[in-house]
């Protein structure tokens, strides 16, 4: 730990090596490899990856030194007592939530330091989980948690982290004098590109990265694919955990109507880094998704070379200005079938202008400048 720095905890409910959860754990794994040099990280996290029953094989329940911050991987929610004694024994100075609903990660701890005498600086990342989309699901439930947790003032007087214009919107409509800065999430910049002279005209290696459940519009996808025309072929992978059953097998039955030009493979679950590799072998990223708050796996394709289309419910837009994409409304499949089969008639020469295109605006979006800076003032205690 380095003296004379800021003492920040960090509470999220999964951390590395866990990856089922996606997004969240590569945000702060992002945000504090890039700054454990200028802050002192404490991160309470569970012991168990989404939905595992096993904990990770690592010792559970103390502090643990990896390589410039520190990780407590808890096998039981945080209790009062608990987050009272880490504030005080660590100095924190500020204390910032990865979430905005999750019961032991973010609102039981919230509540507990609200109610100290003198309690460390508070900020939030409600990680898209304001938006409409989100909102929409169980929204009796969260409009209710919403409502009390105004007049409780509970959110009162804290800082917000957003990380596009679109979750500023989503907070300052429920939080009208909100004080909120706007940091999009940090991505880090490969060593390995893809291969755009292995681009064969009429072809196309897709590939799409998300947990399998009705938002993320898997579905759709395969009816895009299906509307293709029998002179193209097209090999599609999907990788993700399965979160609904009951939905992957409606698109189970969608892909096995495709036609014999189409491949399809269910990779299953893999880790990040593994992901990597299969971004690495394909031409095109797909993600039709109806809301993402970021869609990490966006920048990780264009740092890897890999040209994407996506839905309009991201934050990456206008991406055609930049050659590295389109970006279209999940109801125009028409539209979507003919961007997919304008990548699919490319030669190598054609589509190496997008693949350079999408590493140059990876390599923008990383070494942002203002956006470094905005991530200061989150973690800033003035």
């Given amino acids: 730990m380095k003296s004379g720095k800021i003492n920040i905890l960090i509470l999220v409910d999964w951390f590395t090596p866990g990856f089922r959860a996606g997004g969240p754990i590569r945000s702060v794994s992002n945000v504090v490899k890039s700054f454990q040099n200028e802050f002192n ?45 880490t504030v005080g024994d660590k100095s924190i100075h500020l204390v910032y939530f990865n979430s905005m609903f999750s019961p032991s990660y973010t609102i039981r701890p919230l509540r507990t330091i609200r109610n100290m005498e003198v309690g460390p600086r508070i900020v939030v990342a409600p990680r898209g989980m304001l938006s409409e989309q989100a909102l929409a ?84 996808i395969f009816k895009v694919l299906a509307k293709m025309p029998d002179s193209v072929s097209i090999n599609y992978r999907h990788i993700g955990p399965i979160e609904d059953a009951d939905y992957w097998q409606s698109c189970m039955k969608l892909a096995n109507e495709l036609a014999p030009n189409i ?23 797909i993600m039709l998704s109806a809301s993402e708050n970021f869609g990490h796996v966006i920048l990780e394709a264009f740092s890897h070379g890999l040209p994407c289309v996506v839905s309009d419910g991201t934050p990456w837009r206008r991406l055609e200005d930049k050659k590295v994409g389109f970006d279209l409304s999940c109801e125009d499949i028409d539209g979507i079938t003919e961007k997919l089969i304008y990548f699919c008639s490319m030669n190598a020469k054609e589509f190496g202008v997008w693949s350079d295109a999408a590493r140059s605006f990876a390599e923008d979006c990383i070494s942002n400048d203002v ?7 989150v973690f800033s205690i003035e």
């Fill in 41 to 85: 990280f404490w991160i309470l996290t569970s012991n168990k990856d989404l939905g595992m029953e096993m904990p990770y094989d690592l010792d559970s329940d103390v502090w643990l030194d990896c390589e410039g911050h520190f990780v407590y991987y808890s096998s039981v929610p945080p209790s009062k007592e608990m987050i009272q004694a």
């Fill in 137 to 220: 699901i169980k929204s009796a439930k969260k409009k209710l948690f919403l409502t009390v947790a105004k007049l409780a003032g509970w959110y009162s007087g804290l800082r917000w982290h957003s990380t596009s214009t679109e979750e500023t919107k989503s907070i300052k409509k429920r939080f009208k004098n909100a004080e909120i800065i706007e940091a999009p999430n940090i991505g880090w910049l490969p060593d390995q590109k893809i291969t755009a002279e292995n681009k064969v005209e009429n072809t196309i290696r897709l590939v799409s990265v998300s947990r399998i459940a009705r938002i993320k519009n898997i579905d759709l």
């Fill in 263 to 285: 491949e399809f493979e269910y990779v299953g679950e893999k880790s990040h880094e593994e992901i990597s590799q299969f971004l690495l072998d394909a031409q095109l990223l």
């Fill in 371 to 377: 956006n470094l800076t905005n991530y200061k003032k």
